[in-house]
């Protein structure tokens, strides 16, 4: 299994400020994702972080929203750019899923934009 | 694309009895099931999973099955505990379980 640490656990922040949340995975890993989910809904997958090159975004989803970095094999950050109040989610890093390995969560980054 | 229904969205029952969840899925190339569990405050944790080819998996008092034909599979949990109280998620997904499309979430709550 793998152990994910990210940060920060919550933010408040204001209208148009960006936000860049740090996601750790205990082992290297193939396939890192992002989802968002928002209050007392299900998951949403952002995008995935692909090591080396740049993330793939899922339907809705844009690279100038939401700037993806994933340097190395147990590192990657989400940026929330220029917020708006509709940006308030909790955003989710999760590792594993390639082939027959399970999908490991962190515990998420709970964010409110005024 | 694929579409995942999950019910029902809230379920109590008391301690020791079991909970069944359910959920339908659209797509018939999905061959990856996985339930997760998330309580206040965590991310999902992933509990029990079963692929297209097999039709029911146990874990202690959890269990799952899958009927591949009519494209839904299930969740029970026996014996509930208070501490099983939490949301529960079913996922499909046909490439790698981190592009799974989710169910909506079932609140279970289990009365002492």
């Not at chain 1, 152990?3 to 408040?12: A, E, F, L």
């Not at chain 1, 708006?84 to 989710?92: A, G, T, V």
């Not at chain 2, 579409?3 to 999905?30: F, M, R």
């Not at chain 2, 109280?85 to 996922?91: P, Q």
Request: proline share 4%.
């Amino acid at each position: 299994s793998a152990v994910i640490s990210q940060k920060p656990s919550r933010d408040i922040c204001q209208r148009g400020t960006s936000l860049t949340i740090q996601c750790q995975v205990d082992s290297q890993v193939t396939m890192m994702f992002w989802y968002r989910q928002q209050p007392g809904q299900s998951l949403t997958l952002i995008a995935t972080a692909n090591q080396g090159s740049e993330a793939t975004y899922e339907s809705g989803f844009v690279i100038d929203k939401f700037p993806i970095s994933r340097p190395n094999l147990t590192f990657s950050t989400l940026t929330v750019s220029n917020m708006s109040p509709e940006d308030s989610s909790i955003y989710l890093c999760s590792a594993g899923g390639d082939r027959d390995e399970k999908l490991f969560f962190g515990s998420g980054t709970q964010l409110s934009v005024l | 694309g694929e579409n995942v229904e999950q019910h029902p969205s809230t379920l109590s029952v008391q301690e020791g009895d079991s909970a069944v969840i359910k959920c339908t899925y659209s797509d018939s190339a999905s061959n990856y099931f996985p339930w997760y569990k998330q309580e206040l405050g965590k991310g999902p944790q992933l509990i029990i999973d079963i692929r297209s080819n097999v039709g029911e998996k146990k874990d202690q008092r959890i269990a799952v099955t899958l009927n591949k034909t009519a494209k839904h599979f299930s969740l029970h949990i026996t014996e509930t505990q208070p501490e099983d109280s939490a949301v529960y998620f079913c996922a499909a997904s046909k490439t790698n379980a981190g592009k799974s499309t989710f169910g909506d979430g079932t609140t279970l709550t289990v009365k002492p």
